[in-house]
């Protein structure tokens, strides 16, 4: 199934998913647009370092509270990972709220209504859970090297194992990434995943 994205203004443009949508789970999928950041990181940035170019924390920090108004809350609501394509999940609550990770973390899980979790993608996929009724949530940073080390497993075994909730109860929902159309690999990377789990050749397309 393909996701579809429902289009949003609120202090910012921002993409939701009918499907979490329609469960009442609170998220947004930003776009580069709405931010305070200039130059290459125009405008909508979250990231004060990327390579050696460096944007003004004063803007991130702007950035973050442009989408946390989104939910009526601030960047001191915000917990971020230290994203490192690692398959690491953290459970979080309010005492990481304001704070990013010092070690490698790509996924975040909480049953806080008052805590945001914000993972950052470009071509990498975004994914997140839900808990049907309302019981905790999660978010990952799925790269490739994520996917195949099953960072999304691991964020579901964590709300079963700590929240006590049924995996059939768990929504999830990908959001925008770099499409089979737009992502060329060689044969090395394709037989990483094939040797591991054959299924993950529909994911392929051979030219």
């Known amino acids: 199934m393909k996701e579809k994205f429902t289009y949003n203004y609120s202090r910012i443009p921002y993409f939701t998913s009918p499907l979490l949508d329609s469960y009442n789970c609170q998220h947004l999928f930003s776009t580069r ?7 290459i990181f125009e405008s909508l940035n979250f990231a004060v370092i990327n390579g050696c170019n460096r ?10 509270d442009l989408a946390a108004s989104v939910f009526s809350l601030s ?6 990972g230290f ?23 790509d996924g975040l899980v909480t049953d806080k209504k008052d805590v945001l979790l914000s993972i950052r993608t470009a071509d990498c996929a975004p994914v997140l859970f839900f808990e049907k009724n309302g019981k905790c949530c999660g978010a990952v ?9 099953n960072i999304s497993k691991n964020a579901i075994e964590i709300m079963v194992e700590h929240y006590n909730v ?8 990908i959001g925008p990434y770099n499409n089979l159309c737009c992502y060329e690999v060689g044969d090395d ?3 990483m995943f094939i040797d591991k789990d054959t299924r993950y050749d529909e994911c392929f397309k051979r030219f």
């Open 55 to 64: 944007d003004d924390e004063s803007n991130v920090d702007r950035n973050m």
């Open 166 to 173: 049924n995996t059939d109860d768990i929504i999830v929902a």
């Open 75 to 80: 960047k001191e609501n915000v917990v971020r």
């Open 33 to 39: 647009h709405g931010g305070v950041s200039e130059g």
């Open 83 to 105: 994203q490192n394509h690692s398959n690491k999940v953290e459970i979080v609550d309010q005492k990481n709220c304001g704070k990013v990770f010092s070690y490698p973390v």
């Open 189 to 191: 990377f394709y037989h």
């Open 141 to 149: 940073h799925s790269g490739w090297r994520g996917t195949l080390d």
